[in-house]
């Protein structure tokens, strides 16, 4: 896995970079405005070094004395807090219409006038901060047409502009340098400082040159179709690299500003080792801070802002380890010198020698065997490597084996990029899919190929791997068309088929025990065999048309293929273990069930053992094609994988429901219909309890007192194990184990004792925590065992839950850190498919915290007691 950064890494961000609000020039904002005190708090957090910012990020344009002082006031505040640094400052010349026509270059006087003084307002600040760089970008320093600018006059001005600052701040006794960000074009047409070596040309007409350097930035360089890494290697010769922004851009474009390493990756590996390591013969490094300056994503939440800053860092990381890693490697150094790299540092005229020395010495031209010194016969090394198979090597041995995994859950699709080997997160993207029960698979399709896009594209990967919602229904003529929108797992319109499908087979527990024995569990309204049923029922025109049936993640794979034909249809154990046709225990498909279910027997999809492959990706969807397609899995079995769940490894996941699974080495066969007795994505089985009250629970409870899930934590953890009596049975939107669809939530042993707002939150945790032991507790009766809980979702971020966690199952809790895990699963099948072996490739989660307490029985007996006094709605 990725390190996790520290500020000794010297990682910043700009206040803006987080703080987008994702409007752009065709939509308005899709985030809320960030707080610039959260801001320093996250990204302390995250491991960042130091945030910079704008004047207008942090103080409102044309706000009085007073309120500036409070913003400031606030915001060292939080840095005091944090410990982060500013290590930069800029001033905002472009947002606000005066700067239409530029700051230091416009043509009317009093707007240069009014931007040097709002510049030198935040030039103070930026010293009373503590910065050391003033960065300078002239967006608006420009024309969109020739005859509308006097280039001369406002390079004139421009460095009036300069050497006014620099004057000032010599005179304050500021330790302060100042950089030059140059950028091509966007917003104007044309900028006047367009490429690292116009702004070198401009500081050489300066008065104080030596406080006056360059910041460029990824995109703006890329964007114009330059070598970055070239251009930072010539900012170092000539000790102007002042600062740097890091970002990613894909090619000749608009300004993309994508999270670092998610455009041009190999550009990205030359450029960290040339920061960190000062080009293959040495030079001059760099140590100042690495400084972001991207945009998440327009298609992110918070929560996603927050993880595309941690990528960015954990890519620069990852690119120094594979850097150092390069250096060391034998091969590398071979290359390098077969190639003659070292030989460049050696001066082309000898100590001493003059033009008429060098023309006196016949050796270096007139007894030259061109032929000998041609590229493929080195006659000083008797290599006969070309430079072809030497860039070759140098190439081969910087790769990184890369894997995709996908997770295509209902809300949205994810893609993960990591190292196959290590595991290591290298990008990753996310596009959202539509609202609703039942949806057109397109849009699956249209979300995974926008994500795939988002993360930096997939023609360097060697495999993929989807993971998919369970359960879902896709149904496909005998042209592999869709059929009708896929019914989805949450889609309750065939709850009557599936009790007539228990019905129709004995009914009560003769039924229950039927399906259990066949299917490995019981219908209900979520499997594929009970649409299947609805749609017999309730469509027969579209049923009649029906030639083949498969799940989301079975799709998407077979699309990725090139959808070659129906017969080419894939899936896995794990996702087939859902559809209610399929047996765990005999590793079989149960036509007869389906014909039971939807009256004539449908093309299947084959089952694929766990590193088979699916086939091969289709040539134009993301590179050239020829990656291999891992088998996929359901989500459920993919988020197992991903966390490295093992035989004697509960999974309970905390989100709006919750999920209770095993890991087992046989399969399970409840007739009560508790247990799902599914397969698992690694060769054994899966069975698995869902709650309908999980997270949930504790959103209520916070909002009855009041108080942040923080603040709720905090008074749950004050209060005794046990609450002193006081208990919550959490079926607030009914329960599903047990199976109380009606039931609603209660409380019970209310004193004046236990009438405080700390005994109501411990109440809610432990009523949480009880509900999903039951489901441990049903899964032990499958005979699962549990040798330590390995808690994820949402509700894990609670201190609270951590805490009490282990007091209620009765063993140890690990917590991994948050993560894409269903993706991260998908992406190590497509590890294992593509490397191969037994096993799939071992890959360290770091940063797991282990809780462990003695566990507290009478939490459970009084939930116990409590438990089946509830009402039910009416």
């Not at 090394?381 to 081969?396: D, F, H, I, M, V």
């Not at 047996?583 to 079989?588: K, L, Q, R």
């Not at 459920?636 to 004697?648: D, F, S, T």
């Not at 072996?837 to 307490?853: H, K, R």
Request: hydrophobic letters at 45%; aromatic letters at 6%.
């Amino acid at each position: 896995m990725a390190p996790r950064p520290t500020p000794a890494d010297k990682f910043s961000f700009g206040l803006w970079t987080v703080g987008w609000q994702a409007r752009d020039p065709f939509g308005d904002a899709t985030r809320p405005e960030l707080d610039a005190v959260e801001a320093v708090h996250r990204l302390a957090e995250l491991g960042a070094y130091g945030i910079t910012f704008h004047d207008d990020d942090l103080i409102p344009f044309g706000a009085d004395a007073a309120t500036r002082d409070q913003h400031i006031a606030r915001f060292r505040k939080a840095l005091d807090e944090t410990g982060l640094v500013v290590p930069m400052v800029t001033t905002n010349l472009f947002t606000h219409p005066i700067f239409k026509d530029g700051g230091f270059t416009s043509n009317d006087r009093d707007v240069r006038r009014f931007a040097l003084r709002k510049v030198l307002r935040q030039v103070d600040l930026a010293a009373e901060l503590g910065a050391s760089t003033f960065v300078m970008w002239g967006g608006r320093e420009g024309s969109e047409y020739d005859l509308a600018k006097d280039v001369q006059a406002a390079l004139d001005r421009y460095r009036e502009a300069v050497n006014l600052l620099t004057q000032y701040s010599i005179d304050k006794g500021y330790n302060l340098r100042f950089a030059l960000e140059p950028k091509p074009n966007e917003p104007r047409g044309d900028i006047l400082l367009p490429t690292i070596g116009h702004a070198l040309g401009f500081i050489s007409q300066l008065e104080h040159p030596e406080l006056v350097g360059l910041n460029p930035e990824v995109g703006h360089e890329q964007m114009a179709g330059l070598n970055y890494a070239h251009g930072i290697a010539q900012a170092l010769w000539q000790g102007k690299l002042f600062h740097l922004d890091l970002n990613g851009q894909r090619g000749i474009k608009y300004d993309q500003d994508l999270v670092f390493g998610h455009g041009d990756l190999m550009n990205a590996f030359a450029l960290v080792d040339l920061l960190e390591n000062g080009g293959p013969n040495g030079g001059p490094t760099y140590d100042g801070p690495r400084h972001f300056d991207y945009k998440p994503s327009r298609t992110e939440d918070m929560d996603g802002v927050w993880a595309s800053a941690a990528a960015n860092m954990s890519t620069y990381l990852l690119l120094k380890e594979r850097a150092a890693a390069f250096r060391a490697d034998s091969e590398v150094v071979e290359a390098l010198a077969a190639s003659k790299v070292g030989e460049l540092s050696t001066p082309t005229l000898a100590d001493g020698e003059g033009y008429q020395e060098f023309l006196a010495d016949r050796s270096a031209f007139e007894d030259v065997d061109v032929d000998a010194v041609a590229p493929g016969a080195s006659p000083s090394s008797g290599s006969t490597s070309s430079p072809s198979s030497t860039c070759s090597a140098l190439a081969e041995a910087a790769a990184m084996p890369l894997v995709a995994g996908v997770d295509s859950s209902t809300q949205s699709c994810k893609v993960v990029i990591r190292d196959a080997e290590t595991g290591a997160l290298l990008r990753q993207g996310r596009a959202p899919h539509p609202d609703g029960t039942e949806v057109d698979p397109e849009a699956w399709w249209q979300a995974l190929r926008s994500a795939a896009d988002q993360a930096g594209g997939l023609a360097d990967v060697a495999a993929i791997s989807v993971a998919g919602q369970q359960h879902g229904m896709v149904c496909l003529d005998e042209d592999g068309r869709v059929v009708r929108p896929a019914l989805l797992w949450n889609d309750t319109r065939s709850a009557d088929a599936a009790a007539d499908l228990v019905e129709e087979a004995g009914g009560g527990t003769a039924g229950r025990q039927f399906w259990a024995e066949a299917a490995g569990s019981v219908p209900v309204a979520s499997f594929t065999i009970t649409k299947l049923r609805w749609l017999a029922r309730h469509e027969p025109e579209l049923a009649a048309r029906v030639a083949a049936v498969c799940l989301p993640h079975d799709w998407l794979t077979w699309r990725l293929a090139g959808a070659p034909g129906l017969g080419a249809l894939r899936t896995d154990r794990g996702d087939a273990s859902g559809t209610g046709y399929w047996s765990p225990a005999t590793g079989d498909y149960r036509l007869d069930l389906l014909e039971r279910g939807f009256g004539r027997r449908l093309v299947v999809p084959e089952v694929l053992g766990p590193a088979e492959s699916a086939g091969k990706l289709a040539d134009g969807l993301g590179g050239p094609g020829g990656a291999l397609l891992g088998a996929g899995t359901g989500d459920n079995a993919a988020a197992a994988l991903g966390v490295g769940a093992g035989p004697g490894d509960v999974v309970v996941s905390i989100g709006t429901s919750g999920t209770v699974c095993s890991v087992a080495d046989v399969p399970a066969a409840d007739d009560s219909g508790a247990v799902a007795g599914f397969a698992d994505a690694s060769g054994r089985f899966l069975p698995l309890v869902c709650t309908l009250n999980a997270a949930r629970v504790l959103d209520a409870a916070a909002a009855m007192l009041g108080v942040s899930l923080d603040e709720l934590a905090e008074l749950a953890l004050s209060a005794p194990a046990g609450a002193d009596g006081l208990v919550m049975v959490p079926y607030l939107e009914g329960e599903r184990t047990p199976n109380r669809p009606l039931a609603t939530g209660a409380v019970h042993g209310l004193t004046l004792r236990t009438s405080t707002p700390a005994h109501f939150a411990r109440a809610a945790v432990e009523g949480m925590l009880c509900a999903l032991a039951d489901g441990l507790d049903a899964l032990t009766a499958q005979g699962a065992t549990a040798r330590r809980v390995i808690l994820v979702g949402g509700g894990a971020r609670s201190a609270a839950v951590r805490r009490i966690a282990p007091q209620v199952f009765g063993c140890p809790v690990v917590v991994p850190p948050a993560g894409e895990y269903v993706a991260d699963g998908a992406a190590r099948q497509a590890a294992w498919v593509a490397l191969g072996g037994a096993a799939p490739p071992v890959w360290a989660v770091e940063g797991t915290e282990e809780y462990a307490a003695e566990r507290v029985p009478a939490v459970r007996d009084q939930y116990a007691a409590a438990r089946g006094l509830v009402l039910d709605r009416r």
